[in-house]
T-cell receptor, first 112, second 117 residues
């Protein structure tokens, strides 16, 4: 079945460090891929998305490229800030299943 | 544009009691989702509505959970009776019809944090 696997956390980085959170997927058909962010005590917010192979989603300095050949959608940011501390969820949506599948989330803590 | 509204934000009950959660989606969003998010895990879909019809409720524990979306707008999720393992955050989300992958995904409410003692 359709699923998402993301790297386990927690991840702790110093401010201005480079961030990578790995995400791979399994899906039938051609899914759309998403990264959501959840700040403490809040609901999930869409961070970025890509709807087809080789698309790059970007927002707030974060980027992820839809790689069909490696079935991956890794999240990257060149220089993290303390305010980026949150839990990040990779997700996919398939028209065949017509629903979202979320990864287990990766907790990021950025220290000054 | 107002976001997805949920209430209450927090609820503490004893096992075997009943509880209900309310969700008001973004205006014009025909598709509404209820998720259960257990601590340390990703959201798990419980039920999906399109307008006032159920699209998918395959993961809803129907012996104790029920949900309805009268008039295709607001929705309520009920647990009766609650068990200890129901302690979780219950998230409501909405999206445009059939557009989850194109129009930017789902919009989530802040969630209701349930603790069952």
């Amino acid at each position: 079945g359709d699923s998402v696997t993301q790297m386990e956390g927690p991840v702790t980085l110093s401010e201005e460090a480079f961030l990578t959170i790995n995400c791979t997927y399994t899906a039938t058909g051609y899914p759309s891929l998403f990264w959501y962010v959840q700040y403490p005590g809040e609901g999930l917010q869409l961070l970025l998305k890509a709807t087809k192979a080789d698309d790059k989603g970007s927002n707030k300095g974060f980027e992820a490229t839809y790689r069909k050949e490696t079935t991956s959608f890794h999240l990257e940011k060149g220089s993290v800030q303390v305010s980026d501390s949150a839990v990040y969820f990779c997700a996919l949506f398939t028209n065949t299943g017509n629903q979202f599948y979320f990864g287990t989330g990766t907790s990021l803590t950025v220290i000054p | 544009e107002a976001g997805v509204a949920q209430s209450p934000r927090y609820k503490i009950i004893e096992k075997r009691q009943s509880v209900a959660f309310w969700c008001n989606p973004i205006s014009g969003h025909a598709t509404l989702y209820w998720y259960q998010q257990i601590l340390g895990q990703g959201p798990k879909l419980l039920i999906q509505f399109q307008n006032n019809g159920v699209v998918d409720d395959s993961q809803l524990p129907k012996d104790r959970f029920s949900a309805e979306r009268l008039k295709g707008v607001d929705s309520t999720l009920k647990i009766q009776p609650a068990k200890l393992e129901d302690s979780a955050v219950y998230l409501c989300a909405s999206s445009l019809v059939g557009s989850g992958g194109v129009q930017g995904g789902q919009y989530f409410g802040p969630g209701t944090r349930l603790l069952v003692l």
